[in-house]
């Protein structure tokens, strides 16, 4: 890479950076206005009912064999539990991901648009052995599935 062409990189990252702090110092550029809101309450909710009524307006869920979710029997590490969570619905709104047995169940929440496929994999802490439940609001109403996973070694301290 030439001289010139580090220089031109280098101008154009310093512009760009000193924009951004421009932008910050004016108060143009809060926190509160880059992210997305924060379901405060559903995150905060000690049972299952209570974090879908935050999060998804009911509690009330209908077992569905159309969700699938895949997670191991048993996870030697309770830190890093692989899981997925795939549905063939139609007019998927959100998935939601909770581990039953974890002090706060409600571990992650996903928005999908209309054209989007029902498909969530992530990594979630469980401090014990539980239910991982898939919670999927398709057409205004809650489907879920369940699985359990044994832990031998807890993620949240034990």
């Given at each position: 890479m030439s001289t010139d062409?580090?220089?031109r990189i280098f101008l154009k990252?310093?512009?760009a950076a000193s924009a951004v702090g421009v932008a910050a110092g004016a108060g143009l550029l809060m926190p509160q206005q880059v992210l997305a809101a924060w379901p405060k309450a559903a995150f905060e909710a000690k049972s299952i009912p209570d974090a879908l009524t935050a999060l998804?307006?009911?509690g009330d869920t209908t077992t569905s064999d159309k969700i699938k979710i895949k997670a191991p029997d048993i996870a030697e590490n309770g830190a890093v539990v692989p899981i997925t969570v795939e549905s063939s619905m139609e007019g998927i709104e959100s998935m939601a991901i909770i581990a039953s047995a974890n002090p706060v169940p409600l571990i992650a929440s996903f928005n999908l648009s209309?054209?989007?496929?029902?498909?969530?994999?992530t990594r979630i802490k469980?401090?014990?052995t539980g239910d991982v439940v898939g919670v999927v609001k398709a057409g205004g109403k809650l489907?879920?599935?369940s699985k359990s996973?044994?832990?031998?070694?807890g993620g949240c301290g034990g």
């Amino acid at each position: 890479m030439s001289t010139d062409m580090k220089r031109r990189i280098f101008l154009k990252g310093s512009l760009a950076a000193s924009a951004v702090g421009v932008a910050a110092g004016a108060g143009l550029l809060m926190p509160q206005q880059v992210l997305a809101a924060w379901p405060k309450a559903a995150f905060e909710a000690k049972s299952i009912p209570d974090a879908l009524t935050a999060l998804m307006g009911s509690g009330d869920t209908t077992t569905s064999d159309k969700i699938k979710i895949k997670a191991p029997d048993i996870a030697e590490n309770g830190a890093v539990v692989p899981i997925t969570v795939e549905s063939s619905m139609e007019g998927i709104e959100s998935m939601a991901i909770i581990a039953s047995a974890n002090p706060v169940p409600l571990i992650a929440s996903f928005n999908l648009s209309g054209s989007a496929m029902g498909f969530v994999s992530t990594r979630i802490k469980m401090g014990k052995t539980g239910d991982v439940v898939g919670v999927v609001k398709a057409g205004g109403k809650l489907y879920s599935a369940s699985k359990s996973v044994k832990v031998t070694i807890g993620g949240c301290g034990g």
